[in-house]
C-alpha cells in the first residue's frame, strides 16, 4: 500500500502560478495528476512514465503545466504556470500499476487526498 499526500494547492491570481507536490510513502511506478470539479468527472491533467523519460500533458494545460519527478525522493511535482480560471479544480496525484506512462483512470491504483487549487480572475 502507497501514500500519497499533495501539497501546494491554495488561492492565485489569473496569470499566475503554482507547484503541486505530491510525496508517496514507497517506490511508485508511472505517476499521474488529474483533476475534477464539482459535478464532473475526474480527468487526467498529466502523466509521466517511472523513469521520468516520457511525459503527457492534457491539451487543455499544454504549454502551461509541466510534469516532473524525483525518484530519490519519491516524489512528483506539477509546476502550473499562466494559470485560468478554469483550472479551478481539485487536484489529485495517482499512481499506476504500470512502469510506462498512461493516461487511463483505470490504471491508477493509488489515489492521494486532493489539493484545491482555485484561480480568480
Known amino acids: 500500500q502507497v501514500q500519497l499526500v499533495e501539497s501546494g494547492g491554495g488561492l492565485v491570481q489569473a496569470g499566475g502560478s503554482l507547484r503541486l507536490s505530491c510525496a508517496a510513502s514507497g517506490r511508485t511506478y508511472a505517476m499521474g495528476w488529474f483533476r475534477q470539479v464539482p459535478g464532473k468527472e475526474r480527468s487526467v491533467v498529466a502523466a509521466?512514465?517511472?523513469?521520468?523519460?516520457?511525459?503527457y500533458c492534457a491539451d487543455s494545460v499544454k504549454g502551461r503545466f509541466t510534469i516532473s519527478r524525483d525518484n530519490a525522493k519519491n516524489t512528483v511535482y506539477l509546476q502550473m504556470n499562466n494559470l485560468k480560471p478554469e483550472d479551478t479544480a481539485a487536484y489529485y496525484c495517482?499512481?499506476?500499476?504500470?512502469?510506462?506512462?498512461?493516461?487511463?483512470?483505470?490504471?491508477?491504483?493509488?489515489w492521494g487526498q486532493g489539493t484545491q487549487v482555485t484561480v480568480s480572475s
Open positions: 509521466i512514465s517511472w523513469t521520468g523519460g516520457s511525459t
Open positions: 495517482a499512481a499506476s500499476k504500470y512502469y510506462s506512462i498512461t493516461y487511463y483512470k483505470s490504471d491508477y491504483i493509488y
